[in-house]
């Protein structure tokens, strides 16, 4: 069974930033489709970024110029740079693993911005 891990979140002031990562098992990470979702407490789950086997990237229009989705195939890992934190973006972010119809999702981890 596949499995996705993901590190990285925690605690941080406005304005700071934060990287995420998500490492998967298996062997067909390579050929997937990467994403980060999130979650706030009361709000349903949103896309904030999401990145193809090919490299393509695609963002949220809340994230923008903000956060940025990258993948190592080397090391079957994907990573999402946050940077100029706000505490709207508090949440669990999970990541994604699209392959084929199939898609697999991690435990989540939290991000809290917070003065």
């Known amino acids: 069974q596949l499995q996705l891990v993901e590190s990285g979140g925690g605690l941080v002031q406005p304005g700071g930033s934060l990287r995420l990562s998500c490492a998967a098992s298996?062997?067909?990470?390579?050929?997937?489709?990467m994403g980060w979702s999130r979650q706030a407490p009361g709000k349903q789950r949103e896309l904030v970024a999401a990145?193809?086997?090919?490299?393509?990237?695609n963002y949220a229009d809340s994230v923008k110029g903000r956060f940025t989705i990258s993948r190592a195939n080397a090391k079957n890992t994907v990573y999402l740079q946050m940077n100029t934190l706000k505490p709207e973006d508090t949440a669990v972010y999970y990541c994604?693993?699209?392959?084929?119809?199939?898609?697999?999702w991690g435990q989540g981890t939290q991000v809290t911005v917070s003065s």
């Open positions: 994604r693993l699209t392959y084929g119809t199939t898609s697999y």
């Open positions: 298996g062997s067909i990470f390579s050929m997937s489709a």
């Open positions: 990145i193809t086997s090919g490299g393509s990237t």
